[in-house]
């Protein structure tokens, strides 16, 4: 079985390989290759240690951030790789021990550490597929196993927990079974771990194609992430596969402020927090029928999140059939709904005479609204008339 490697990781193995060191592609991008699937990135695990990679890449743009667990990262064909020295995990994650980093010269031991069958696999061309744990044959029955023994690995690192979920929502796989009552059996060893890891797995859970499946199937786990959490509504797939709106769905019946306190508990990013309370405020929102007030709701809110909304607002069950028509028509037709767009510029009003600062600004606004309305055409003479015109300005 060959896999392709991209041009970024063929100088990086053929480099250690010639200073005498093993060096495979492993996790992720070995299963998704044999998948079928494009890998995010790819990542390589090698018997040399850091000083020595570090030798073997001297004159190479090498990013150290990772280097106390043993990880450099080479910036080939302009494109970072992490590359991480064979090792043991020495410590518990679980906030009570410190974390340690143990390296080993034998890949196998590597394998060992790593949570799922389906993720301890490792490539080089000149081995083949490495795979200590059937993981070939687990993606083959698509299922996710821990490897090893379950309650062990959840003990460890209850992250696991979380990331078993992830893979079997963005592959579509089945847990199986043994590994799903571990981890339901050891769901509390969750409220050790930190919030940001939890968050990046939770949002690539909820982002993946049977998200909704997984989520119903495991309740109480995404109960200790989010708390008061219920699947009773949740409709996930109907919309983009982008983790703002997701966490809106998933918290659908919440209030914004109980959101966004959720939120920030698990320490999530301002852009995240944002798409949900807005979408949220305005899930109960009636959404006009008419091209008109659908140009003044753009022109509110922007192209994205109008369009979030409406998706979120479909999949929740309400009619927004002549929303999403209207929407489409006003973006195919160019339709003005941003001062961008709008016929006269503020160089236009200042030439008609009036005065810059405040006035010009608020003057702008009202001609747009004006048009978005579709009380006014958007054609310039037009504009500037009614800009100039007594009383014209500032009126509701
Ligand atoms: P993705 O496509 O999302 O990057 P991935 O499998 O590469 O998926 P990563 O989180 O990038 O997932 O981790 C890379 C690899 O490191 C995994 O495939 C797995 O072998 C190992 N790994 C990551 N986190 C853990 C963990 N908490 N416990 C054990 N092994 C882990
Ligand atoms: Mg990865």
Redesign the pocket.
Known sequence: MQIRLPESVKPLMGRLEAAGFEVFC????V??SLLGRK???W?LTTSALPQQMETVFAGWRVLATGRRHGTITVVSDSQPVEITTFRV?GGY?DGRHPEQVTFTPHLADDLA????TV??LAYSPHTGIVDRFDGVGDLRRRVIRAVGNPCL?FEE?A??IV?ALR?AS?LGFPIDPATAEALRSHRQLLEKVSAERLFTELC?LVCGETADTVIQQFPEVIALLIDHFSPDGMRLHPLPALPGIRLAMLMHAFSPAQADAVLLRLKADRAARRTVTALLSRRDQPLPSSRAGIRQLVSELGVQPLRDLLAFQGALGRETGPACHWLERILADGDCWNLGMLAVDGHDLLSAGIPAGRELGETLRFLLMQVVKGRLPNQKSELLRAATANGTRGAP
């Not at 492993?26 to 991008?29: A, E, K």
């Not at 550490?113 to 799922?116: A, S």
Request: proline share 4%; aromatic share 8%; with cysteine.
């Open positions: 492993v996790g992720g991008c299963r998704d890998p995010d990135d990542d995990d994650r550490r790593r949570d799922f993720n301890a690995r690192d992250l696991r990331r893979f963005v690539k």
